[in-house]
């Protein structure tokens, strides 16, 4: 039996800008996944005391405190993004783990909106996959009514969110775009753009409007956050198939509805 261990470490760092013209600094968090047999003898995957010090070694003492773009030479030359600094500490931690485990997957946030994901274990199954997710809020009202089922059996599935007036929520949206870096940006897709097209195509459209009344997408489709979900993909899935972003492809479209509703949408199978 496989399973895996999360274990997380903490960096601050800044870069002057000299690649993209914007300077900063963040306070970083990277996770790294492992994943392995548990041992019959200690009951662990690996013990989080040798996790924590490839952390320290590859990740901390690299990067804590550094100017990136000055201090770090594999970044000299390489924009500092979410994405190649998720790249760089999958490199650096590969073969620096324990035998027993094995390096899954690196996430790396750069902020609570923006992160990025390497990860071996994906839809595809043929090469390490990355991503970068970014995440959005927006809040709406809406009343679960199908057009296709009685009034009885709307009241007995729905219970109290097929009050009449409705009811609402502070939606929650991770759009997640796959691929590889631009050389010349360090991102798989300008996110600046990405922000226009979501605020377009999702959060104007959205943002205080009852779905049922207000979004003609919802007109005579009961909006349930599965719906809301799929509806939110075929219209990001529509624009950035006709935006400039290279290579990058939308991969997952996440809409969390409450802590405890949430729902994933990565498309029709290919």
């Known amino acids: 039996m496989t399973i895996a261990l999360c274990r997380r470490a903490r960096f601050s760092a800044g870069d002057t800008g000299s690649l993209t013209g914007r300077a900063g600094g963040h306070d970083y968090s990277c996770e790294l996944a492992v994943a392995g047999e548990i041992d019959p003898d200690s009951g662990m995957v690996v013990n989080i005391r040798d996790i924590d010090a490839v952390m320290k ?49 690196v996430t790396l946030w750069e902020s609570d909106e923006r992160w990025a994901m390497l990860s071996s274990v994906s839809r595809r199954k043929d090469e390490p996959l990355l991503t970068a997710t970014r995440m959005y809020d927006f809040s709406a009202s809406h009343r679960l009514h199908s057009q296709k089922l009685s009034e009885e059996e709307n009241a007995e599935i729905f219970g109290k969110c097929n009050w009449e007036n409705g009811h ?11 691929g590889e870096p631009d050389s010349r940006t360090g ?36 909006p349930t956050s599965e719906n809301v979900t799929k509806v939110i993909w075929e219209k990001l899935a529509n624009r950035l198939a006709n935006a400039p972003l290279g290579p990058a492809r939308l991969y997952r479209v996440l809409v969390r509805e409450t802590p405890r509703n949430v ?6 199978e290919p």
């Open 263 to 268: 729902f994933k949408y990565y498309g029709e």
């Open 168 to 178: 609402g929520h502070n939606y929650e949206i991770e759009v997640t775009l796959s």
């Open 57 to 105: 070694a590859e990740i901390v003492s690299w990067l804590d405190g550094k100017i990136l773009d000055h201090d770090v030479p594999a970044l000299r030359d390489t924009p500092a993004t979410p994405e190649n600094l998720t790249r760089f500490i999958w490199e650096r931690c590969t073969g620096k783990i324990p035998p027993q485990g094995r390096l899954v997957r």
């Open 187 to 222: 991102e798989i897709a300008p996110m600046a753009l990405l922000d226009q097209i979501v605020e377009e195509e999702v959060l104007r459209p959205f943002d205080h409007k009852h779905l049922n009344y207000d979004v003609p997408e919802f007109s005579g489709l009961n």
